[in-house]
């Protein structure tokens, strides 16, 4: 997983922190340059549905990949805790996969429909925003 920025802030990638040019995905990157974002090989027209992935041979899900570091591995536990509960709205076309390591929260998003995977993390960021704000307004945890 990537560390976090000078900042503190959070570093997003690829499902092993890293660009992968060519290969289909969705990667963000914190601190490089704006990365390359291939356009979707099939774009429905007006009116019209997309063609499933499974008659689509080829076309790789959309990953994405997130580390959040916290001051103790107490408080990553308890971000996990308050956050794990929270079921994907479109389970079936959205996974999402999150572990702590240390200090540090891991989630990874895994869609084949970029929208569904952009909606999934704007809802957990937000999600994610109210427990740190929560964590901050009561103190460091106690530890059991």
């Known amino acids: 997983m990537p560390d ?18 060519g ?15 291939a356009r979707a ?10 063609v499933p992935a499974d ?23 308890i971000a996990h805790g308050s956050l794990a ?15 702590v390591s240390g200090c540090i929260l891991a989630v990874r998003w895994e869609a084949e429909d970029s929208r569904l995977l952009r909606i999934a993390i704007i809802n957990f960021l937000d999600q994610l925003s109210l427990v740190v704000r929560t964590m901050q307004r009561f103190g460091p945890p106690v530890s059991r």
């Open 41 to 50: 090989p099939h774009a429905p027209s007006p009116g019209r549905e997309a």
């Open 85 to 99: 509960p929270d079921a994907e709205p479109h389970q079936r076309a959205v996974g999402k996969d999150l572990t």
């Open 23 to 37: 290969r289909g995905g969705t990667a963000a990157v914190v601190a490089g340059g704006a990365p390359h974002v």
């Open 55 to 77: 008659i689509r041979p080829g076309i790789q899900p959309h990953i994405f990949a997130l580390s959040v570091p916290f001051p103790t591995p107490l408080e990553a536990e």
């Open 4 to 21: 976090a920025d000078a900042d503190g802030g959070v570093a997003a990638g690829g499902a092993d922190g890293h660009r992968h040019p």
